[in-house]
């Protein structure tokens, strides 16, 4: 009878990170990324599928307007993609992010006619 190997404790078994696990990190990092949130709007949500190691990430957010949209839309993608790198360990080949809706600043002054 051949003696088995021993198998060193970070090879045995696996873990498994839920969608809806991925999706709060995700979520809360676009929060992180958002300067300041506009006033009265819904906090970012994300919908999240992973499949093994990589994580493919839908962030929808309500921004400020007017405002850098392209900006404040590149810097959730980066900052969602660092986050879940880092906490949950996961490639993260795709974030898209999509603007829900628009708040425009009230106490801004219009044209005046």
Do not use: F, W
Not at 5 to 24: F, L, N, Q, Y
Not at 70 to 94: K, S
């Amino acid at each position: 009878m051949a003696v088995a190997e021993r198998i060193e404790p970070a090879e045995r078994g696996s873990t498994r990170i839920a969608d809806r696990v991925v999706a709060k990190i995700a979520a809360q990092a676009a929060r992180e990324a958002l300067e300041q949130p506009p006033q009265g709007g819904a906090p970012p949500h994300a919908d999240v599928t992973v499949h093994q190691d990589c994580a493919r990430v839908r962030v929808s957010v309500e921004l400020g307007y007017p405002s850098d949209l392209g900006g404040q839309c590149r810097a959730v993608r980066r900052q969602v993609a660092e986050r879940v790198r880092t906490l949950a360990g996961m490639d993260v080949p795709e974030v898209a992010v999509q603007i829900e809706r628009l708040h425009t600043d009230t106490t801004a002054r219009g044209r005046i006619r």
